[in-house]
């Protein structure tokens, strides 16, 4: 058994599949299939079932996997602290709305208290960030969802979901102050794709005004937070997003803002990561100062 299997197989679960795998790794598929079969043969036991229709892991390899992420996880850490390169490289990855709201502020002060980390950040949505720091790709995360991961999600933020609709001549005319939320969705509708944390805040304003969105005239759905923005300010549509990406807007008359009260409820933003001895010098810096900004309500 050696890391590159470990990393073959750890890569394979993730992905659920063996070209997806090798996609990742850079190797071709009959390669990870290789290093796979090999960990079975030592380990004389079945650790994927696979078919045409059908990708299973077994019990036995559910073990292997739990050892195997951590076991790189090891290696990793090993291998920065050794390297000096632990306490000067820091892997964040955010989603949409904290990528613009809340990092930006987040690392300009974290800079000035830790001026020698080499920070890398990647832009995607909550589902994929929380995956990618569940394997151990990425160091922390910060992201407007919660989920079952193996991961710590620290609540450092709240925002509240609005609804907005362009200012536009037809809907300044058509709605005014006290204008029906129901009605307002009647309208062409953007949405998020359904992997973004504003998107499942979305879905439960949905419920909770009792609208399925099958009865929405959905015009566009979106991958990003900014575009989400961008199309209602342009008179595409009407939306739900999160309050922190249209306040300017708001105030620069490009959007008109209703609060949804009883409709919606708090959204919060969590700070994730895997807890426990793997965690790089300079994530535990940055957790830490994110921690006292928290406390401070700083955020």
């Not at 750890?10 to 390669?31: C, I, K, N, R, W």
């Not at 920065?80 to 709305?97: K, M």
């Not at 005014?176 to 992997?195: C, H, Q």
């Amino acid at each position: 058994m050696d890391f590159r299997q470990l990393e073959a197989f750890v890569a394979t679960v993730d992905h659920q599949s063996f070209s997806g795998a090798a996609e990742a790794m850079y190797l071709s598929q009959p390669t990870i299939s290789s290093h796979i079969h090999s960990l079975e043969r030592e380990l004389h036991a079945q650790l994927i079932r696979r078919t045409t229709k059908r990708f299973e892991v077994t019990q036995e390899g559910q073990l292997l996997y739990e050892y195997a992420v951590a076991m790189l996880r090891l290696q990793q850490k090993a291998f920065h602290e050794l390297s000096n390169a632990g306490t000067r490289d820091l892997h964040i990855g955010v989603s949409s709305v904290p990528g613009r709201c809340i990092l930006p502020p987040v690392l300009a002060g974290y800079h000035t208290v830790a001026p020698e980390v080499s920070i890398h950040i990647t832009h995607a949505q909550s589902m994929d960030v929380i995956q990618k720091v569940e394997a151990g790709t990425l160091d922390v995360g910060i992201v407007g969802m919660k989920t079952e991961a193996r991961c710590l999600f620290e609540p450092i933020a709240t925002d509240e979901m609005v609804l907005v609709i362009p200012t536009t001549p037809y809907y300044q005319s058509k709605y005014g102050p006290d204008a029906s939320v129901k009605a307002i969705l009647r309208e062409p509708v953007i949405l998020r794709t359904g992997e973004s944390g504003t998107q499942r805040e979305a879905d439960a304003v949905l419920e909770s005004l009792k609208i399925n969105e099958k009865e929405l005239n959905v015009v566009a759905r979106v991958n990003d937070a900014e575009a989400q923005r961008s199309y209602v300010v342009q008179g595409l549509g009407v939306s739900v997003v999160s309050y922190r990406m249209v306040q300017e807007q708001e105030r620069q008359g490009k959007l008109r803002v209703f609060h949804l009260g009883s409709f919606t409820q708090p959204r919060k933003f969590y700070l994730i990561f895997q807890e426990g001895p793997y965690l790089p010098k300079a994530a535990e810096t940055f957790i830490r100062y994110l921690r006292e900004l928290h406390q401070k309500q700083a955020l």
